[in-house]
């Protein structure tokens, strides 16, 4: 045994130490998303106008040249839309969205009628004619038509080709036309502004390219809409897209969340309902096939989920997880988990064992639920389920080798060396997700709960190993370790040192990587120390 002031002695308390705080933290984190948070109340539940797009059942997606929504399911739509809207803004025609004005009309509410517009010029002149027919059709019903959403953003059409497009509209129909995009680009390009009746601007304070905090957001819209109405004096301006995504990854100081959806659109009603201004709020559901092109956060943009249920109400507190105590019933199943795999063929005794286990286990089960969370609002197809699920039972299978290892050393068991290309083959998974992150990363969410299990568990051998027997890490290794720590402060001054998740993205890239870096130095002294 080791004596009470003994390096070995200090080390195991150190690692009892951090095996009751991740269980703590695990056990706090989903304990702090199921309590309801304080929100100022929204003047009111209606909204002027809210963006409409049906395509949220699985598998569809406008993008799909046959895809075809039923008059039938756009009517049911619009009819529960109409118990809160007073308006619905629509993006193209066709696919049996020319049905909206008609349907529309029947519940009592306006349409912003959209035309939409990209490369292929044959498709744009079939939307054109498709708008121009039903603004010619229903003007009573529309407050305007938005000829192009976001072209210039996209690069798709250059501001001379929007313009002929929009004259094209505005000599055919008697409704005032628009053209919508974010508002940079109409700084950028002001000579569009003589082809328009009104501008419609997009502020949408998460995409900015320096995002903006849900705390400032609403500051944020104030600000850039009266920059705005400066740019253009006496033109009337139109927020045509304004909101808050309640799922995805964080950016910067914007963090998406259902509670952060809430407190932005309950803050903007309140703020819109101060000035005289004509706004429309994005989305009415959320989108899934969104996720393909604009990641997690890009399909949950909606005021209602897929399934067409409230995501929150519009006054009094609002909970991001009602069903936390889930992460609490994974954490005692994990902690069972250990405690059998790690009992068989022990060898070691006493309580000391099982509480191991039983922390290891109930800390690992809260990481895995939290992962299992992320993918419910993350993955899109089979192969993404599959790869996922993968994932978690490699890491699961990872933690659980470590923790027999653990177990022993602070149970006073023998323990057979651990492999090593266990520790290297995470570094290498650690690696290639870092360059991702680093290269393509705006839309990439972090896998904390993931690589949580095999940071710390292998953070947790490296503490606990051998400081003489360990053996000098193989020149891979080494790379790898440096390149993850490297890549992991590339991601957080990305983010501008202000995201939480990516200081702890780094702090798990490090937990892995210095045990190796330290093994690194204690071999090469050892060396010069056998050459002198």
């Known amino acids: 045994m080791p004596s009470a002031a003994s390096p070995v002695h200090y080390r195991q308390v150190s ?20 309590r309801p948070v304080a929100l100022p109340d929204a003047p009111s539940a209606r909204i002027a106008c809210v963006s409409y797009a049906p395509f949220r059942n699985e598998g569809e997606t406008p993008l799909d040249p046959n895809a075809f929504i039923s008059p039938e399911r756009i009517d049911a739509d619009l009819r529960a839309l109409s118990q809160r809207f007073d308006c619905v803004r629509t993006y193209s025609q066709g696919q049996g969205l020319s049905a909206v004005p008609e349907i529309a009309n029947r519940y009592g509410m306006k349409v912003l009628l959209g035309i939409w517009l990209g490369f292929d010029r044959k498709t744009n002149e079939q939307q054109i004619a498709l708008g121009i027919a039903t603004a010619r059709r229903y003007p009573q019903v529309l407050r305007g038509v938005i000829v192009g959403n976001e072209v210039l953003l996209r690069g798709e059409q250059s501001s001379a080709q929007l313009a002929g497009y929009l004259h094209e509209v505005r000599a055919a129909v008697s409704v005032p036309v628009t053209y919508a995009d974010v508002w940079e680009f109409w700084l950028r390009h002001p000579e569009l502004a003589g082809s328009v009746d009104y501008l419609t601007i997009h502020i949408l304070p998460y995409w900015e390219d320096q995002p903006v905090s849900p705390e400032r957001a609403v500051q944020h819209v104030e600000t850039v809409y009266a920059k705005v109405q400066a740019a253009f004096p006496g033109r009337r301006v139109m927020i045509g897209e304004t909101g808050w995504p309640s799922a995805g990854r964080p950016r910067q100081a914007a963090s998406a969340s259902v509670v952060n959806e809430a407190r932005y659109l309950r803050e903007f009603l309140r703020y819109a309902a101060t000035v005289q201004m004509s706004y429309n709020v994005i989305e009415a559901f959320d989108q899934p096939w969104k996720r393909a092109q604009e990641g997690t956060a890009g399909g949950y943009w909606g005021i209602f989920d ?33 405690a059998l795999v790690g009992a068989w063929r022990r060898r070691w005794r006493g309580w000391r064992g099982w509480l191991v286990l039983k922390l290891a286990g109930f800390a690992s089960g809260c990481a895995l639920a939290w992962q299992i969370r992320q993918m419910l609002f993350a993955c899109r197809d089979p192969w993404e ?8 039972a490699l890491a699961l299978l990872g933690a659980l080798w470590l923790v027999r290892w653990i177990t022993a050393q602070m149970a006073g068991g023998a323990s ?3 492999p090593r290309w266990l520790r290297f083959g995470w570094l290498f998974v650690l690696a290639f997700y870092g360059l991702l992150l680093v290269f393509d990363g705006r839309y990439r969410d972090f896998p904390l709960g993931l690589f949580m299990l095999p940071c710390m568990g292998h953070a947790l051998v490296g503490w606990l190993s051998d400081r003489c027997a360990a053996a000098m890490p ?18 957080l ?21 210095l045990p190796v870096l330290a093994e690194w130095w204690r071999g090469r002294l050892n060396l010069q120390a056998k050459q002198a």
């Not at 389920?385 to 978690?392: E, K, M, P, R, Y």
């Open 493 to 513: 001054e990305q983010e501008a040192w202000l995201t939480p998740v990516a200081w702890l993205w780094l702090g798990l890239n490090l937990l892995i990587a």
């Open 306 to 338: 897929a399934q067409a249920r409230p995501k929150f109400a519009m006054e009094g507190p609002v909970t991001e997880e009602p069903h936390w105590w889930i992460g609490w019933l994974a954490g005692v199943a994990g902690a069972w988990l250990f």
């Open 416 to 418: 057979s060396p651990l």
């Open 474 to 491: 193989l020149l891979e290794e080494r790379f790898l370790a440096m390149a993850v720590s490297l890549l992991a402060l590339i991601v």
């Open 385 to 392: 389920w599959t790869v996922s699920l993968l994932a978690c």
């Open 15 to 34: 690692a009892w130490l951090a095996l009751i705080v991740l269980a703590l933290a695990g056990a706090s984190w989903w304990w702090a998303i199921g």
